[in-house]
């Protein structure tokens, strides 16, 4: 007979990755579960291989250890043939760091990113053990606590979520974590923890509001059972109080993006009208260029990293872009220090901090012009005109960068098939701009749909993409 740990070493022998299922990695916490009173499990609701990829996971993991009374441990989806052997041995859902079932933890904190997770998430609550219904969950279960970006509307998940965190989790995980504290000390009920947690700013109990439904699936009313008639996201003010963490975790196997992630700030000053990021996350702030560049000295220290990623919703309208960047390539005079910008406005200023990147050492460029004509670049307030991009192109190109990357959306409202082929047409000039220092431009699609809290949510698709055009 093995024991349930013998039997996993043996499962992973047997599955793809199996290094993805280890711990231990280079910075991750170990803390002993038995010594701590709260115990988290933060779950991100997707591959290891992209959870680790989520600052927002590594912020909340250093917070919670970092409270001498608490304790938090990583938990990811397994592959679908690492499920299938431990559904087969009935080995529930497990810890990272200590292999301890989920069902154990005193919170199970999801952390989802998009609307395409809600079924992994409801997999994985049905993978630990746990009932999938909040309503179906006995005294003795965890809080199944969901947040991130997709729980802005949280409706879809409500049935099966005890709690939500709306908003900024910093400050928020450690009240959740206070609070828990409080009713293992004085033995409270389930509900009156959830009655306490209620007080919270950001955190929405679905069972404390009775929501109906009109035949066709929206929201026909929304009624308070308690004295809390409305619930406000949770907002930071200050990100200097919680940096990004300075010994972020480094994987031991390959994962998406391979490399040092700093928050620049959050939040973005353009007002698209599809972007959900750009309205969820007002106002913008920035964390302040000191702490930024000890911050990247500290991070690429403790990690050996040799690409850092100033990462934001729009890296070119951080304040003291010039200051941060000039400090870090000063600090890091070595050819191998990679600085990546992931998302630049289309314009000459980010081809001038391109540039600077440049000295440092080269990896992408990333734009997203989003439409291919000006007409519906105005109607989603992109505002670029065709003139900057192509000229933001062209300085690019001559600089010798090989790897642009343009982000198109189609399917916006009130998009037309000129509008579309106004993507060809941008991608032919660019290609033609390219030609001679570039290998042939290649493409994919995926169609846009108009995300709640938009002013396009709900604006109908426009017509029938073909795709092979
Ligand atoms: S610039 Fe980018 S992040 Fe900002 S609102 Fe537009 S799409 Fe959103």
Excluded at 18 to 35: C, G, L, M, T, V
Excluded at 81 to 100: A, V
């Amino acid at each position: 007979m093995f024991s349930r740990n013998e039997l996993y070493e043996k499962i992973l022998t047997r599955v793809r990755k199996p290094s993805q299922y280890i711990d231990r990695e280079f910075n991750s916490i170990h803390k002993d579960p038995a010594q701590c009173k709260v115990k988290i499990a933060l779950v991100f609701p997707d591959l290891y291989e992209i959870g680790m990829c989520n600052l927002g996971i590594q912020i909340l993991y250093h917070i919670v250890n970092d409270m001498p009374q608490a304790v938090a441990e990583r938990v990811f989806a397994p592959w679908v043939d690492m499920e299938e052997e431990m559904r087969h041995h009935h080995i529930s859902l497990l810890s990272l760091e200590s292999r301890t079932p989920v069902r154990e933890f005193d919170i199970v904190g999801f952390s989802i990113q998009h609307e395409l997770c809600f079924t992994t998430v409801l997999n994985l609550i049905d993978l630990a053990g746990l009932a999938v219904r909040a309503s179906h969950r006995s005294e003795a279960d965890p809080l199944v606590i969901a947040g991130g970006p997709a729980t802005f509307n949280p409706e879809p998940l409500a049935p099966f979520m005890d709690a939500f965190a709306i908003g900024d989790g910093e400050e928020l995980i450690q009240e959740i974590v206070q609070v828990v504290e409080k009713s293992k000390e004085e033995n409270w009920s389930r509900g009156k923890i959830l009655e306490n947690l209620a007080h919270l700013e950001g955190i929405y109990i679905p069972s404390d509001f009775e929501v109906t439904y009109r035949e066709e699936g929206t929201i026909a009313s929304i009624k308070p059972l308690s004295s809390r008639k409305m619930v406000h996201k949770r907002l930071l003010k200050d990100l200097n109080v919680f940096p990004s963490p300075g010994s972020p975790i480094v994987p031991h196997t390959e994962v998406i993006h391979d490399r040092c992630n700093i928050e620049i700030m959050r939040g973005c000053t353009h007002g698209c009208r599809f972007c959900q990021a750009g309205i969820i996350y007002r106002p913008v702030r920035e964390r302040s260029a000191q702490k930024l560049i000890h911050l990247s000295r500290e991070t690429l220290q403790s990690t050996g990293y040799d690409e850092l990623s100033l990462a934001s919703l729009s890296t070119s309208d951080y304040s003291s872009i010039h200051e941060v960047l000039r400090q870090i390539l000063r600090d890091h005079e070595t050819p191998t220090l990679s600085v990546s910008l992931p998302s630049l406005r289309t314009d000459s200023f980010s081809v001038y901090l391109a540039e600077k990147v440049q000295e440092g050492g080269r990896s992408g460029l990333t734009f997203a012009p989003e439409a291919g004509t000006q007409r519906l670049r105005n109607i989603i307030n992109k505002n670029i005109s065709q003139e900057d991009i192509e000229k933001c192109m062209e300085v690019a190109f001559r600089q010798g960068w090989r790897k642009i990357k343009l982000y198109f959306m189609v399917g916006l409202p009130y998009e037309t098939h000129e509008d579309v082929e106004g993507i060809v047409d941008l991608v032919k000039k660019i290609e033609t701009l390219a030609r001679e220092v570039l290998p042939p431009l290649g493409g994919k699609e995926n169609p846009a749909y108009g995300k709640y809290f938009t002013p396009l949510y709900q604006v109908p698709y426009p017509f029938s993409v073909d795709s092979s055009k």
